[in-house]
């Protein structure tokens, strides 16, 4: 089993920069990729951005450019450094993992809202 656990969600001006922070504990040796991803109103979750345990990125077409993935897989740790905000990305953004046997975990969500 593994826990995460995000932090860093807020209320932001358009244009502006947050970071949200995902930290996973449990059987962390079995994670291989982690992930972001989100849920507006009334919309499906949606991948924003994804990185493999060597370190492969992955992002939608929409964040492109403006956000970041990171990790740290010493400490299982992945982050999302979010700039040039959107009103559109608003959204619940949740931290998601995936192990060896191709489990996924997820966590409790941190709300982001861009205000314009």
């Known amino acids: 089993q593994v826990q995460l656990v995000e932090s860093g969600g807020g209320l932001v001006q358009a244009g502006g920069s947050l970071r949200l922070s995902c930290t996973a504990s449990?059987?962390?040796?079995?994670?291989?990729?982690m992930g972001w991803y989100r849920q507006a109103p009334g919309k499906q979750r949606e991948l924003v951005a994804v990185?493999?345990?060597?370190?492969?990125?992955n992002y939608t077409d929409s964040v492109k450019g403006r956000f970041i993935i990171s990790r740290d897989p010493a400490k299982s740790r992945v982050w999302l450094q979010m700039n040039s905000l959107k009103p559109e990305d608003t959204a619940i953004y949740y931290c998601?993992?995936?192990?060896?046997?191709?489990?996924?975990?997820w966590g409790q969500g941190t709300q982001v809202t861009v205000s314009s």
């Open positions: 998601n993992a995936e192990d060896l046997l191709n489990w996924e975990y």
């Open positions: 449990g059987s962390i040796f079995s994670i291989n990729d």
């Open positions: 990185i493999s345990k060597g370190g492969n990125t």
